[in-house]
């Protein structure tokens, strides 16, 4: 059974922006900042996919939707880059 406030956060956030809510970014989100009971919440609050701060590209197929590393950039220009050239952007 979900947590009642993770749902309800999810809901809020969901009329404030007239839109649904399918992903979550864990706040922090390095490797000590979520857990398996972490996951567990997000999936329950109904979430389909949540992204860590874990350096990196998810390969495909997806093996665990609810720990999918994210790439940073300082600009967006920076982000295509890295999007485009991976390789040559040590990723």
């Not at 922006?17 to 979520?34: E, K, L, Q």
């Not at 992204?51 to 390969?59: K, L, Q, V, W």
Request: charged share 20%; hydrophobic share 40%.
């Amino acid at each position: 059974m979900v947590a009642p406030a993770a749902r309800d956060a999810r809901d809020a956030l969901q009329t404030e922006v007239g839109r649904p809510i399918t992903s979550f970014a864990y706040p922090v989100g390095g490797p000590s900042h979520f857990n398996d009971t972490s996951v567990r919440l997000v999936r329950e609050a109904g979430h389909r996919m949540a992204f860590s701060f874990n350096t990196g590209i998810a390969e495909l197929p997806v093996t665990d939707p609810y720990r999918l590393p994210r790439e940073s950039a300082k600009s967006l220009e920076l982000l295509k880059a890295k999007a485009l050239l991976p390789g040559f952007m040590g990723l």
